[in-house]
Structures are given as structure tokens and as C-alpha cells.
């Protein structure tokens, strides 16, 4: 089952008089029982004072009822907080949004603690599915919907009847790419991740879109007003103006802007706040941060060992350190930041007595960046859209933590349709097809190839032999078994395949280059496309097509690759994954000729992100959430072997916190 409108309850502030009547305007809409209606007696403070206060006032009281509504026979996957529902709290001078911190206490079986920046572990997964009865253990869809004046909260809810069926997407998509912020190292890993974007998921929607370009280092181009927009995605304009946006002539679906203080207050009357803003001007679906949370304010969780072995006792992990030298089970410094004056075992804080922590030295807090790490993906969002998912499952999967000061106003069953050419969108491109064909079509001719100089070889040993009776027993079915494995039948056989493949090829990139009917020169050249010798050489065209061919078009002979499937490491746990290679030229591995280790040389590797595209792997490793992804070893220049050399390897990825899979095995053969 998926999120609909019998696992939403909407939560309202039952001292409020006009609280209940919003309930029962949204149960209308999407005719909700009375049990999915959830009145609370709460402060109607926007922001309380403390997270002790919201936890005894909303938290707890919440948490009970939604208990009593499970155990009652209903799943709830989205919870939606309503009028004068307070949007946040005070931590250590800093505003926690509610939809973050309600988002968190998922399982609802237990009291969770408050963790700064919990990792959201539904952000971004590698092999996509909608949310489900699975995920509801793991984090709540959660929205709110507030107004300063109840006459402003009934157009707002006028505004959603008229979406509970969708809302098109059909004015323009305005992307802010370089209006933002910053010279640290998480502002250029946030404009990193609009740029992938921009390369490779923007060209799935076929909406006009407005984009801004970079000019230099030096000066910020942005939006200077938005007219006839649908969507906006930018970061880094902290305030506009009511001028910012041009009278509506077009629905407006979702609004995002980068900041730390975009959704400051939904209740408030003149403020510059973007998000703000962009409510009042009649979006449906708006994100953004209530307060900025500092690298001093982010705390890592480290589970202690027996936190990952399963009930039975048994474990596929080694907690033994699989890197020689090292005894700490932990992260390493650079990656743990931790308040000073937070108490370790305070009663709410996010620590526990068994935990592992290795605690940095301190050091003066970088004070002029922010936590851009808490801004929401682009990636995830509009691909989740473009599957089916409504606008609290989108948020959720877009979000990468928890608990912070991210929040959404909307309402989570509201479909967003952006008008797209996806029909199918895990099915692989033409050109990443023929790297696929053209890959294994290699590694076939050259274990092909390898057996008929094995069987070649077998007739030679017993013509050879001096036993006479050997000889005669033995010397017709070798010759059988040379005749039917020859290198001329092999030869026959792979050159009708392989130009049946650069035909096909050929043809179906008819009218999608620059040539309209490109020839197979043609096509790998316009494509970028790189090819084996044992390619060429299997098709029987070699030598014709390298004379027309660049030479950076064709792979290092002796060159081979690695490819894999990232495996899960843990259901409930958050690593960034390593990997490690064992290749051998025997099945015992008594021979090993490399031991590759990515974090001693991340130039060979890269993995898939977002589907269908490689970029290349960084010292941090790949988020484990993205276990289905592909993970690719190209070998370099001083790991090359002799072309059709059978290989062994053993794989195995190692987790941020030292633990690792067992080893698999693999056999692949030189094939470039």
C-alpha cells in the first residue's frame, strides 16, 4: 500500500476554536474518517521554547495517539499539523522545525531520542520504490499548514480541494543555479549537486526552464522576478520582495529556495522570507529551513558494535579492522562534530553511555559556513515526482537528514504532474545499451578465443607425446573437440554477430546525431563512445575501422574493468562505503597479482548516480542509501594484463564505521 488518504491523520490544536474547523475542512477534501482527525492540547505559540516543552506538549501526546489509532487497525504513513500546531522549538538557540522532529520519532513502539541531524535513511535510495509499510519504521511523511488569519488558512484550503486530484506543472520551471552562497567546502559540494542535476535529470521534464548562468567567481546571478512560474528551485537569495513576484497567471506547484531562514514563520505578515513569500502568492507546495544549523551544531551517532548483529548471533560482519594498523571502531575526527557544552548523558540528549565516539580535538567552529548539507536534493525530488509520488513523499525521499530545520508547507496527498518524455524511466538509453552489447560481446570473444587455444593446445600435447598408446587412444576426440572449438569457428561465428550489432547500432541512432544516418565510425565518435580491440578484431573490420577512428576511441589493450551491484550493508545504519579488490590469476588465490583498495586510489573507480550515469568516487566514499546502484573498477595504466588472461577476484565493500561484507567472488577475462 502507498500513501492515500486512509493512512493520513491530520493533527490539530484542540484549544484553538478555529482548529477543529480546519480538521474538518481538510477531512472533507479527502474524506477522512473521525479517527484520522487528531486533536492536541497545545501551546499555540509558533515556536515553544524548548524541546522538553514541545516533546510534553505535541511529541508524547501525539505519539500516544497515533499508537492508539495502530493499534486500532489503521496504518499512518503522513501526518499533517494544522492550525496553530506549533512549527517548531528552541535548541540551543536554533529552531527545529515540528515536520523534522515528528518525521523522526518513527518507530512509534518506542520513545526515539532527538538526534541532531538524524540521517534520513528513505533520502535518495538506489533502487526507488514508493513508501510503504516498510518505511513507516523509519520516518514519517509530515507537512504543515498554517496562515497568520483564518480568511488567508480558507483560500489556502480552497487552493488545495482544487489540487486533491493533481496539479499541472504549465508555466515555467525557473532553476537557480549560481545564486548561491558560500566558498566552503559544502557549498561547492550543494552546487555540485545542481550541476548533476542540470547534466542529467532537468532533460527529463519537457516544461520551459529558466536557468541562471554563471558569469564568474566573483558575481552572483539570480532571478531578478518570476513570471509565469510553476516551479522554483534555486539557493542563496535570503529575502525578496512582494515585487519578486509577478501577478499568477499559471499554477504554482512548489517553491524551493536554498536558504536558512525561507520558512522562518509561516504566520508572519511582512517579511522578506522567500518561502513566506512564495505562500502568499499563491504556491501550493513550498520547502525551506526555519533557522541555520552550523557544522558545531551537527553531531554524528556511531552504533556500538553489538548495535549490528542480529538477533540469532550470527553476523556476515567482521569487526575485526580490515585495515591494518587501525583499532578504533568509530569515524575518524574530521567527520565528527559535536557541541562543546552538550552533556554526553544528559536525559534528552542523543548520546548513550555505550556509544563509540571518537571525540575531536577542539577546534575554532568554521563560523562563516552553514550546514548546506541539510538542503534538499533536486535529484530525488523530481524523480520520485515523476514516479507517481505525492508532495510529502517527494519531500521526504529529497530530504538527507532529520530533526533540523527543514520544513514543508502542503499538503502531503497533493499529485504533482510535471509534463515529461519518462514512460519508462529505469529502462537504459540506446547508447548505454550498445556499451553493455559491445562489453560483453569482448569478454565473449576472448573466452571464446581462449578455448580454442585450449583445445588447439590439447591436440598438440598429445600429438607431442611419446606414449604411442596415449596418442592413439586420445588423438581423435582431441581433434573432435579442436575441430568443433576452432578459432576459425569462432571467427565465423563472432564476425556475423558482431557486424549484425554495429548494424543495429547504426540503425537505431538513425535522426539521433548530427549525421542522421551515421556510420559506425561515425556513431562512436559523436558518441564518445570508447570500444575494445577484441571488438574490432572480432568483427573482422578492424583494421578499416581504426584507420578512420581516433585512438582515444579505442581502450588500452591489456585493460580490464570490475563491475558490481553496491550490496546492502545494514537496513537501519548509514555508511559511506569503500571498496576493496583482490584480483589473482588462480581460483585459490595463491597468485594475487593486485590488492586495490579505492581509498588509496579513487581516480579507477566510480558509481552510478543518478541512474543510468557515473561520476567518479570521492574520498568519502558512496552513500550506503543507494545499495542497487552499480559500482565500476576501471584497471589503469600499471594494473594492465595479458589480453584473454582469465581473472579471479574477491570484492568486498568496507563501511565508514570499519565494518565490512564478507568478500564475493568473482571471474571475469582480459578483454581490451
Not at 325 to 340: I, K, Q
Request: charged share 20%; aromatic share 14%; net charge negative.
Amino acid at each position: 500500500m502507498t500513501i492515500n488518504q486512509s493512512n493520513v491523520v491530520f493533527v490539530y490544536n484542540s484549544e484553538d476554536p478555529d482548529g477543529e474547523y480546519f480538521a474538518k475542512r481538510y477531512a472533507n477534501i479527502h474524506h477522512l474518517s473521525e479517527d484520522q482527525l487528531v486533536g492536541i492540547d497545545t501551546d499555540t505559540e509558533e515556536i515553544v521554547d524548548s524541546y522538553q516543552e514541545f516533546k510534553e506538549q505535541l511529541e508524547d501526546p501525539l505519539r500516544q495517539k497515533l499508537l492508539e489509532i495502530k493499534n486500532g487497525g489503521r496504518d499512518v504513513f503522513a501526518i499533517v499539523l494544522g492550525w496553530r500546531i506549533p512549527a517548531g522549538f528552541y535548541h540551543d538557540g536554533k529552531i527545529i522545525s515540528s515536520t523534522s522532529r515528528i518525521s523522526a520519532i518513527a518507530p512509534i513502539e518506542n520513545p526515539q531520542p532527538f538526534e541532531l541531524n538524524k540521517r534520513n535513511l528513505l533520502y535518495n535510495r538506489g533502487i526507488f520504490k514508493r513508501y510503504d509499510e516498510e518505511d513507516v519504521n523509519l520516518a514519517f511523511i509530515v507537512t504543515q499548514l498554517d496562515a497568520p488569519l483564518r480568511q488567508i488558512m480558507d483560500r489556502i484550503f480552497d487552493s488545495i480541494s482544487s489540487a486533491s486530484t493533481g496539479i499541472k506543472s504549465d508555466g515555467n520551471f525557473y532553476f537557480d543555479l549560481y545564486s548561491g552562497y558560500g566558498d566552503g567546502e559544502r557549498a561547492t559540494k550543494y552546487q555540485n549537486r545542481l550541476d548533476l542535476f542540470d547534466n542529467k535529470t532537468i532533460n527529463r521534464v519537457t516544461v520551459p526552464v529558466e536557468k541562471t548562468v554563471q558569469i564568474d567567481e566573483f558575481n552572483d546571478v539570480f532571478f531578478g522576478q518570476l513570471r509565469d512560474d510553476s516551479i522554483f528551485w534555486g539557493w542563496g537569495v535570503s529575502s525578496v520582495s512582494s515585487s519578486y513576484f509577478y501577478p499568477q497567471s499559471h499554477n504554482r506547484v512548489f517553491f524551493y529556495n536554498g536558504d536558512f531562514t525561507s520558512l522562518r514563520s509561516m504566520r508572519s505578515f511582512n517579511v522578506t522570507y522567500p518561502g513566506v513569500m512564495a505562500i502568499n502568492n499563491g504556491y501550493i507546495g513550498v520547502a525551506g529551513a526555519m533557522d541555520e544549523i552550523n557544522r558545531t551544531d551537527e553531531v554524528v551517532i556511531v552504533p556500538s558494535i553489538v548495535d549490528i548483529s542480529p538477533s540469532d548471533g550470527f553476523s556476515p560482519y567482521d569487526y575485526d579492522d580490515p585495515y591494518e594498523g587501525e583499532s578504533l571502531v568509530g569515524v575518524s575526527s574530521e567527520d565528527l562534530t559535536t557541541e562543546p557544552s552538550l552533556s554526553p548523558y544528559g536525559p534528552y540528549e542523543p548520546y548513550e553511555s555505550l556509544d563509540l565516539i571518537d571525540i575531536p580535538i577542539p577546534e575554532i567552529p568554521e563560523t562563516t559556513e552553514g550546514s548546506f548539507d541539510i538542503f534538499l536534493d533536486p535529484i530525488p525530488f523530481f524523480d520520485s515526482i515523476l514516479r507517481g509520488s505525492p508532495l510529502g513523499e517527494a519531500f521526504l525521499f529529497s530530504n538527507p537528514f532529520l530533526n533540523n530545520s527543514m520544513t514543508i508547507f502542503g499538503d502531503p496527498l497533493t499529485p504533482i504532474i510535471i509534463p515529461n518524455i519518462d514512460k519508462e524511466i529505469d529502462k537504459i538509453t540506446l547508447f548505454d545499451s550498445f556499451k553493455i552489447i559491445s562489453g560483453l560481446y569482448s569478454k565473449s570473444y576472448c573466452y571464446l578465443s581462449r578455448r580454442a587455444a585450449a583445445a588447439y593446445g590439447l591436440t598438440e600435447r598429445i600429438v607431442q607425446s611419446c606414449d604411442i598408446d596415449y596418442s592413439t587412444q586420445f588423438l581423435t576426440p582431441a581433434t573432435h573437440i579442436s575441430s568443433e572449438f576452432s578459432y576459425d569457428k569462432v571467427f565465423s561465428t563472432m564476425t556475423m554477430l558482431g557486424q549484425k550489432c554495429q548494424t543495429w547500432v547504426t540503425d537505431a541512432a538513425f535522426n539521433l546525431l548530427p549525421p542522421k544516418e551515421p556510420t559506425f565510425v561515425e556513431y562512436l565518435s559523436f558518441t564518445e563512445t570508447k570500444i575494445s580491440d577484441a571488438f574490432l578484431a572480432g568483427c573482422g573490420n578492424q583494421i578499416a575501422i581504426k584507420e578512420n577512428l581516433q585512438a582515444r576511441f579505442v581502450y588500452d589493450e591489456g585493460g580490464w574493468f570490475f563491475e558490481t551491484t553496491l550490496q546492502e550493508m545494514h537496513p537501519f545504519l548509514f555508511f559511506l562505503v569503500q571498496f576493496e579488490l583482490i584480483v589473482s590469476l588462480d581460483s585459490e588465490f595463491s597468485d594475487i597479482i593486485f590488492d586495490i583498495r579505492s581509498v588509496e586510489n579513487l581516480s579507477q573507480w566510480e558509481y552510478e548516480e543518478p541512474f543510468g550515469s557515473f561520476i567518479n568516487l570521492t574520498y568519502e566514499g558512496v552513500p550506503s542509501n543507494l545499495t542497487g546502484r552499480r559500482i565500476r573498477y576501471n584497471s589503469s595504466e600499471f594494473k594492465k594484463i595479458t589480453r584473454f588472461s582469465k581473472l579471479f577476484l574477491k570484492y568486498r565493500q568496507i563501511g565508514d564505521a570499519f565494518y565490512y561484507t564478507p568478500h564475493s567472488t568473482h571471474i571475469d577475462i582480459v578483454s581490451h
